[in-house]
């Protein structure tokens, strides 16, 4: 069965430390590959996508992920965090009409 | 604005009541989306419509679930007879043609007192 795995559940930062959270999955085929944000309040936003191509991409914020074929991998990473950067997030396969989601990882920057 | 909207954002009801809840996708997005998502997990996809039409339910839609795009313009997601397990976040998202992302509504927050 498909499925995202992420394996952190809360992580916790200071201010300027470097990010990455783990994504992986189980899907044969073609995937396409998200990664949500949802901070405080708000609603889920999307960061970055990968459908095809150069298998670093690059999002908002100074967000950036890396798609690992071979490891079926999809990290997230940024190198410096801020206190803003404080929210939950999601990684996603899959087109929206069968989107699997991963359970989330909380993360919180403190100033 | 001009993202999805869901209406109510909130709803308490009894045990066994019946609940309707309301989204407005962006304009011109003919695919709409509904997923349901519960304390410490990601969303779940429920099920979603191309224009009027209801393509794709998940298993986790029960028969007391029933939604409906009419128009092809706004949806509605009815659960009957609500039980505890009801409880949980309902997100309505809309994307335009094709399996690009999905944008995201609020949410409405169910609770079944």
């Known amino acids: 069965a498909q499925s995202v795995s992420q394996h952190n559940h809360h992580v916790i930062l200071s201010e300027a430390a470097s990010l990455e959270l783990g994504c992986n999955y189980s899907?044969?085929?073609?995937?396409?590959l998200f990664w949500y944000v949802q901070y405080p309040g708000q609603h889920l936003q999307l960061l970055l996508k990968?459908?095809?191509?150069?298998?670093l991409v690059k999002g908002i914020k100074g967000f950036e992920a890396e798609f690992i074929k071979s490891k079926f991998s999809f990290n997230l990473r940024k190198p410096s965090v801020q206190w803003s950067d404080t929210a939950e997030y999601f990684c996603?396969?899959?087109?929206?009409?069968?989107?699997?989601f991963g359970a989330g990882t909380r993360l919180t920057v403190k100033p | 604005d001009t993202g999805v909207s869901q209406d109510p954002r909130h709803k308490i009801t009894k045990r066994g009541q019946n609940v309707t809840f309301r989204c407005d996708p962006i304009?011109?997005?003919?695919?709409l989306y509904w997923y349901r998502q519960t304390l410490g997990q990601g969303p779940e996809f429920l099920t979603y419509?191309?224009?009027?039409?209801?393509?794709?339910k998940s298993r986790l839609l029960s028969d007391r679930f029933s939604a409906e795009r009419p128009k092809g313009s706004f949806s509605t997601l009815e659960i009957q007879r609500t039980e505890q397990g009801d409880s949980a976040m309902y997100l309505c998202?809309?994307?335009?043609?094709?399996?690009?992302?999905?944008?995201f509504g609020q949410g409405t927050r169910l609770t079944v007192v």
């Open positions: 998202a809309s994307s335009p043609q094709g399996d690009t992302e999905a944008f």
């Open positions: 899907y044969g085929g073609t995937v396409n």
């Open positions: 990968y459908f095809s191509g150069d298998p």
């Open positions: 996603a396969v899959n087109p929206p009409h069968d989107m699997r």
């Open positions: 304009s011109e997005h003919n695919r």
């Open positions: 419509f191309q224009n009027e039409a209801q393509l794709e």
